[in-house]
């Protein structure tokens, strides 16, 4: 007979099989969570939508339409409008990212939601 705190009890095999398990389920998830985060993309528009940016998850460049109506701005007016179109963009794929991880970090110490007392009990940067 084993004792409970028989590392080779039936019981103890279960017990690590059930945690390798969750272990497992869990790491996929994250796994997926890191494609879904990878194929973020973010869209940002300007200049009356004469100028469409889209950018990646880090705000890298991925794709840029300029109207040949906005070839009528100014080169300073276009310029303007390429980085308005690119911040929004930029903000639109962190509000994804945002999105997609808060199950989870929502409850955590990064969860960064909620008033800044709240988030300073809970041991976050406010």
Same mark, same amino acid.
């Given at each position: 007979?084993?004792?409970?705190?028989?590392?080779?009890?039936?019981?103890?095999?279960?017990?690590?099989?059930?945690? #390798? =398990?969750?272990?497992?389920?869990?790491? %996929?998830? @994250? &796994?997926?969570?890191? /494609?879904?985060?990878?194929?973020?993309?973010?869209?940002?528009?300007?200049?009356?939508?004469?100028?469409?940016?889209?950018?990646?998850?880090?705000?890298?460049?991925?794709?840029?339409?300029?109207?040949?109506?906005?070839?009528? #701005? =100014?080169?300073?007016?276009?310029?303007? %409008?390429? @980085? &308005?179109?690119?911040? /929004?963009?930029?903000?639109?794929?962190?509000?994804?990212?945002?999105?997609?991880?808060?199950?989870?970090?929502?409850?955590?110490?990064?969860?960064?939601?909620?008033?800044p007392d709240?988030?300073?009990?809970?041991g976050s940067?406010?």
């Open positions: 007979m084993t004792s409970p705190a028989d590392p080779f009890s039936d019981t103890s095999d279960h017990e690590f099989s059930r945690l #390798l =398990d969750r272990f497992r389920q869990e790491t %996929a998830e @994250l &796994e997926r969570l890191r /494609e879904r985060i990878a194929a973020v993309r973010g869209r940002g528009v300007a200049a009356d939508g004469r100028v469409v940016v889209e950018t990646t998850q880090t705000g890298a460049l991925a794709g840029l339409v300029i109207d040949s109506r906005a070839m009528r #701005l =100014d080169s300073a007016e276009l310029a303007a %409008a390429i @980085l &308005e179109a690119s911040a /929004e963009s930029a903000g639109d794929a962190q509000r994804a990212v945002g999105d997609l991880m808060a199950p989870f970090v929502t409850g955590t110490v990064l969860d960064h939601t909620g008033p709240a988030r300073r009990a809970r940067r406010p």
